[in-house]
């Protein structure tokens, strides 16, 4: 079982930056690539980044290419997302998740059904 707890939201003006955190608390640690989602009110869970556990390979939404960068810190079970120039539209609760196991044909695992554990959300809200 893997328990999943985010931090780091809050309120900021457009144009400001936010910096949230995920730790993952297990026993056995065995991850593929952890990722982050967003939801917005009234709006489907969105894909927002992901990151593969071994080698670090990256992959972005293009509303957050540029803007922002996921991170990871294996030894702490750590994965970071660092929100830069964000904007109203940037508004929603975000969700870490973990894939336990590689997804036979998935590159980039920006699908919700490619992972097995979810956080319970924090909310960001930016204001204009």
């Known amino acids: 079982q893997v328990h999943l707890v985010e931090s780091g939201g809050g309120l900021v003006q457009a144009g400001g930056s936010l910096r949230l955190s995920c730790a993952a608390s297990v026993r056995t640690f065995s991850t593929y690539v952890m990722g982050w989602f967003r939801q917005a009110p009234g709006k489907e869970r969105e894909f927002v980044a992901s990151i593969k556990w071994s080698g670090g390979s990256t992959y972005y939404a293009d509303s957050v290419k540029g803007r922002f960068t996921i991170s990871r810190d294996n030894a702490k079970n750590m994965v970071y997302l660092q929100m830069n120039s964000l904007k109203p539209e940037d508004t929603a609760v975000y969700y870490c998740?973990?894939?336990?196991?590689?997804?036979?044909?998935?590159?980039?695992?920006?699908?919700?059904?490619?992972?097995?554990?979810w956080g319970q959300g924090t909310q960001v809200t930016v204001s204009s």
């Open positions: 998740a973990t894939c336990q196991s590689s997804r036979l044909g998935s590159t980039t695992y920006d699908r919700q059904y490619e992972y097995d554990y």
